[in-house]
């Protein structure tokens, strides 16, 4: 896939994990390193990023669709998660096909703030 992910969120999308977390840096920092690690890391996945938004799309496969949101905290920034499942058939079977996936998900998230936190100390 190329970089082409709509931004907007499909019409049939069901979210299957929300996650959030805090990290100590201003958010425009934070969002910059996010997005440079989701693209290393995004394999054949879009990954799609609006900077104006602090947003990040990761669209891959036919069901799996990531969605990324860097705000504002006082103590510095909130970085929102939340895998949606976006199969426009079959969608009944997006959650089947991905249970490795959401069951990795919560590990998965806290890798990334780990990495992120590392990023953005250097």
Request: proline share 6%; no cysteine.
């Amino acid at each position: 896939m190329t970089d082409s992910a709509p931004i907007d969120r499909p019409a049939r999308a069901t979210p299957l994990r929300a996650y959030a977390g805090e990290i100590h840096a201003e958010p425009s920092a934070v969002f910059e390193t996010l997005v440079r690690l989701l693209r290393a890391g995004s394999g054949d996945a879009a990954v799609l990023a609006e900077p104006s938004l602090q947003f990040v799309v990761v669209q891959g496969g036919w069901w799996y669709r990531a969605e990324y949101r860097v705000l504002s905290s006082d103590d510095g920034s909130r970085i929102e998660h939340e895998l949606l499942n976006v199969a426009s058939k079959a969608h009944w079977a997006g959650p089947i096909a991905g249970r490795k996936v959401l069951a990795d998900s919560p590990a998965a998230f806290g890798r990334l703030l780990t990495e992120l936190v590392g990023e953005l100390e250097h």
